[in-house]
T-cell receptor, first 113, second 114 residues
């Protein structure tokens, strides 16, 4: 049973560029959440997708956007990259039940130069 | 707003010694609480979770945690640590449901010495 997978593993971009990160949820899961983890910090919630719609959003600017596809996979897009966007981006998947748990992927390390 | 405080940034223990990592949360209702572990350069692995019921919960790798509502705490314990337990540990609180937005603490880095 495959867990949560993310691609790419590492990514280097320059300021002002745009980036797309991808996530495939754990088999059977229908909900995907994205988190940003800056160096030395705990993960911070960006947003969550369910039924191809953004269900919840954290305190992130509109430069951060996402998408969920019919097969439940998801993309995170970041426009106009800033140096401060350098971080580990984590994807988590879950079901929609109240006692369901989020399972995390290995993350994508984004470096903005 | 929900929040989590992990007061210990870094803890060092000897292999075979007992361990307790502290976590305090702020949440208006009955919280959903989690402990995750992160090895260097890796994602997060769930150790255990508390939703309701018995306040002492057992997790993987011999870890347990106790929910104390009066102290707003959810401390993680292990009776005897192994060198492989060296990692970063994160406490998190969920929203109305366990699968909603998680708010994490800043983490505690655990170092094991021989």
């Amino acid at each position: 049973d495959a867990g949560v997978t993310q691609s790419p593993t590492h990514l280097i971009k320059t300021r002002g560029q745009q980036v797309t990160l991808r996530c495939s949820p754990k088999s059977g899961h229908d909900t995907v959440s994205w988190y940003q983890q800056a160096l030395g910090q705990g993960p911070q919630f960006i947003f969550q997708y369910y039924e191809e719609e953004e269900r919840q959003r954290g305190n992130f600017p509109d430069r951060f956007s996402g998408h969920q596809f019919p097969n439940y996979s998801s993309e995170l897009n970041v426009n106009a990259l800033l140096l401060g966007d350098s971080a580990l981006y984590l994807c988590a998947s879950s079901l929609q039940g109240p006692t369901d748990t989020q399972y995390f992927g290995p993350g994508t390390r984004l470096t903005v130069l | 707003a929900q929040s989590v405080t992990q007061p210990d940034i870094h803890i060092t223990v000897s292999e075979g010694a007992s361990l307790e990592l502290r976590c305090n949360y702020s949440y208006g209702a009955t919280p959903y609480l989690f402990w995750y572990v992160q090895s260097p350069g890796q994602g997060l692995q769930l150790l255990l979770k508390y939703f309701s019921g018995d306040t002492l919960v057992q997790g993987i790798k011999g870890f347990e945690a106790e929910f104390k509502r009066s102290q707003s705490s959810f401390n993680l314990r292990k009776p005897s640590v192994h060198w492989s337990d060296a990692a970063e540990y994160f406490c998190a609180v969920g929203g109305n449901f366990g699968n909603e937005k998680l708010t994490f603490g800043t983490g505690t880095r655990l170092t094991i010495i021989p």
